[in-house]
């Protein structure tokens, strides 16, 4: 493993330095009958779940087949998506806003082929590579954050739970069965790197112990003033602690008042706040981004806490099955999950999912929560 | 024969859905026997440690990742996070594992030779690792060695014409729907506004100057498919300001069943015939269609622009002409002080090169939260805390009903000397004159 370099000389960084020059210009990349049709489309159909066709004003025609994956991805597997590219589609692909895969082609006759491909390809494991669905009122691919492949603050992991899930909603994102499309979000801590706050159901790993505090070496590894400014709810204050006989600075911490952000964790690396028990999930649930008939809307917390339970998740996965098919049941054709909690009231919402009502789903942080009490004698019995 | 057992992550293998374990086992496998006789850059085995660490915290229910260090390229502060293993011992590989944020194309439109350069540059100097795509948008490369960071650098920006995204205190990589290339819907060319801007700011992407992170999302239409109005700092939501188009012929085709409604979007599923009254009609939010003569009438004055009649009928109908967007800010994720939705500034603005309307409005948002902004504050934050008519006077912007849901419930309104007539200043022995002690 010799190092090879690349041309760049250390101890001249600025030589023939190029920089700001931002990303590869959009153009670039357009397939010929996006380039030709673009912004002169007239409208589209799914011609069955993950194909669609967009047809131009020009009479051009598009059709467009809709794959999930992991977002989480090796240059192997892209290689390959590489491959079916060149293979079908002229070596043109995208990937859309919730990690799906889109193959293009202009010509009709190359959907099935495309198809067929597709839909044969699978993982020594036995799990498809490119599934194809994910369109209309299906669930579509979860978006999610890290988890514990790769960030230092996670709650819970992410592609674990994702893949879990998506296992148990696979049938959904085959098929357009549900009253409206279905979002499902993921964020490992509430961070929410993710913004899963206005999904249809969010999964949300969430820290339910107060900071560990390394007062051996917490003055040595940190700011000390700004982990007690990162605290939202100034749960923290300087300390003088006894180690060994001596005097040491370090933090105390209000425990009654941490919300578990890990905030100051991002800004101290001695106030650890992660634990097998204490970390795992809540479920929101009855988000929207979409203007369509109602305003959109943040998620709600449905379920306060459940467990990981790694390698699957099976807790979370019923829930989320729960809600599904609660809402498949009872929703009207266009009504999203909120919509369908609103016009039915959460009371109802709580007795269709069968999810147990808690003191811990009552908001008490801050002034908006008032806005969240009943302020009317009407409800459902 | 794996490096670590992985008996956790194994039963991930199974089930329909595509399995990232599956992925990185035959990742580690293909780096392993390195056909291509690469010469590796960083350790070998790293996907296999990867795995391996991923496994250990499946069986503590605890991450193993430490905190970035301060890691990135010359001249920029962000686009690379720092990550370190906390059991560099074990897995060695993963000992210092950099996360690479690679700006990725408006529209995310790829071609296979590109991705095949981009795939080349991170086998040779990285895990081979990455996530297509971040939650910002950008390309994420997985893994690499601080040493390895110039050289990618280096050659992204020579060979691949290609820069990093943001990371930090600074402008994040901006994103978009895909718009106009292939949507029907979209009320702007969101790649050409996305492309634009991020070429415009490439000094704030890269240099963190900002109290905070701040984003900028572009939707092409209210359906929002980027989610803008929850996540970006400012949202650029695609509207427009005349009349929706009808095609009367069409919509006769979906009455009578010719067409089916949505696009085809509820086909898994018997809801009986299309009904456009109890469908369409009945559904808008502010009831101002009707059929008149057998002929759908919409009074689009009234009309809010929620996308639903469109979206049912969309061979029938057609968003207006004269278009443009709105621009909402201040949204966020939850932390410090809540979650927050971007609220509406700029109700209408016409998308046209070179946008200098709406970079008036970016730039002295900037300059009042660079001023006023507090450490770790997201502009929505300081909207609370100073106020909206605080950012109607830092970006001189006329106040608009549009802006609100409804009026203030509360009188308490913090009168301003120079709108009160007369001023503050008063004489109190004057006053006494005609009121005693």
């Known amino acids: 493993m010799a190092f090879v370099s690349s041309g760049y000389n250390p101890d001249k960084p600025m030589e023939n330095r190029i ?32 194909v669609l066709v967009h047809v131009a004003e020009s009479g051009d025609k598009v059709w467009t087949v809709r794959c999930g994956g992991a977002r989480l991805m090796s240059t192997t597997h892209i290689r390959e998506i590489c491959e079916i590219a060149e293979k079908h589609c002229d070596g043109h692909l995208r990937f859309t806003t919730r990690n799906n895969i889109e193959f293009m082609v202009a010509d009709e006759k190359k959907v099935d082929p495309l198809l067929k491909d597709l839909e044969s390809r699978k993982f020594a494991g036995g799990s498809f590579k490119f599934p194809v669905g994910g369109t209309g ?25 994702v893949k879990a899930t998506m296992d148990v909603l696979f049938d959904y994102f085959k098929e357009h069965k549900l009253p409206a499309k279905l979002r499902v979000s993921l964020a490992c801590c509430l961070n929410m790197c993710g913004a899963v706050h206005c999904s249809d159901i969010a999964i949300l790993g969430y820290h339910r112990k107060p900071p560990m505090l390394d007062h051996e070496y917490l003055d040595k590894m940190c700011e000390i003033p700004l982990a007690i400014a990162a605290c939202p709810t100034a749960a923290i204050k300087p300390a003088k602690v006894e180690i060994g006989g001596e005097k040491v600075n370090s933090v105390a911490v209000n425990e009654p008042r941490c919300m578990f952000c890990g905030n100051c964790y991002t800004m101290c690396p001695s106030m650890p706040l992660a634990d097998q028990e204490g970390d795992g999930i809540v479920i929101m649930a009855g988000g929207k981004v979409s203007n369509r008939i109602s305003a959109p809307k943040f998620s709600k917390v449905v379920v306060a806490f459940i467990p990981n339970e790694p390698p699957r998740w099976p807790k979370t996965t019923d829930v ?62 | 024969m794996a490096k670590h057992k992985t008996p956790l992550l194994d039963q991930l293998e199974s089930g329909p859905w595509p399995s990232f374990v599956s992925d990185l086992k035959q990742q580690a496998e293909v780096r392993a026997k390195n056909k291509e006789k690469i010469e590796f850059q960083i350790p070998e085995d790293v996907v296999e440690d990867l795995l391996g660490i991923l496994e250990l915290s499946f069986k503590h229910g605890r991450t193993h990742w430490k905190h970035g260090g301060i890691v990135g390229v010359f001249g920029y502060g962000g686009g690379v996070i720092g990550r370190y293993c906390d059991q560099p011992e074990q897995f060695s590989g993963v000992a210092h594992f950099h996360t690479m944020r690679v700006n990725q194309p408006a529209g995310k439109f790829y071609t296979a030779e590109y991705l095949r350069q981009l795939c080349d540059l991170w086998d040779f100097r990285g895990s081979g690792v990455t996530n297509m795509h971040g939650s910002t948008g950008d390309i994420i490369f997985l893994g690499t060695t601080t040493r390895q960071l110039e050289e990618i650098f280096y050659e992204m920006t020579h060979n691949l014409k290609q820069d990093l995204g943001g990371s930090g205190s600074n402008l994040r990589t901006p994103s978009d729907c895909i718009g106009q290339a292939r949507c029907e819907y979209a009320c702007y060319d969101t790649q050409a506004l996305c492309y634009h801007l991020t070429q415009e700011y490439q000094d704030e992407l890269h240099r963190p100057a900002f109290p905070y992170k701040f984003k900028f999302k572009f939707d092409g239409c209210p359906n929002c498919c980027v989610a803008s109005i929850a996540r970006a700092d400012m949202s650029f939501i695609g509207t427009w300001k005349d009349d929706i188009r009808i095609d009367e012929e069409a919509v006769q085709a979906y009455i009578g069943g010719e067409i089916a409604p949505n696009a085809n979007d509820h086909s898994g599923r018997d809801w009986g015939a299309f009904d456009i009254q109890k469908e369409v009609i009945d559904l808008c939010p502010t009831e101002c269609m009707w059929m008149e003569d057998g002929k759908l009438k919409i ?41 927050q939705m971007s609220s509406m500034l700029v109700p209408f603005v016409k998308a046209e090169e070179p946008y200098d309307e709406i970079k008036e409005v970016i730039e002295a948002i900037w300059d009042w939260w660079m001023e006023e902004g507090k450490n770790r504050e997201r502009l929505g934050e300081l909207m609370k805390r100073q106020g909206f008519q605080k950012l109607l006077e830092v970006t001189g912007i006329d106040p608009d009903p549009r802006m609100v849901q409804e009026p203030r419930s509360n009188p308490y309104i913090f009168w301003k000397e120079d709108e009160v007539p007369g001023g503050f200043t008063r004489d109190i022995n004057e006053f006494r004159k005609y009121h005693q002690r």
């Open chain 1, 19 to 50: 920089s700001d020059i931002g990303p590869r210009k959009y153009d670039d990349f357009y397939p010929p009958v996006i380039a030709k049709n673009k912004g002169k489309w007239l409208y589209h159909d799914v011609i069955k779940p993950g």
């Open chain 1, 137 to 161: 009122t299906s669930i579509t691919n979860i978006v999610h954050t890290q988890g514990w492949l790769h960030c230092h603050t996670p709650a819970t992991d992410a592609s674990g739970p």
């Open chain 1, 320 to 381: 989320i099955k729960q809600i599904v098919e609660a809402y498949e049941k009872g929703a009207n054709k266009y009504e999203r999950l909120g919509e369908w909690a609103e016009r039915i009231g959460w009371e109802r919402f709580f007795e269709k999912c069968e999810l147990e009502f808690t003191h811990h789903l009552i908001d008490d942080f801050r002034d908006p929560a008032y806005f969240t009490w009943r302020q009317t004698t009407q409800f459902k019995f």
């Open chain 2, 299 to 339: 009074d689009n004055k009234e009309c809010n622009r929620c996308m639903h009649c469109i979206n049912v009928m969309p061979r029938a109908l057609r968003i207006g002409k004269d278009t443009g967007l709105s621009i909402l800010v201040g949204a966020k994720a939850p932390i410090l002080d809540g979650a």
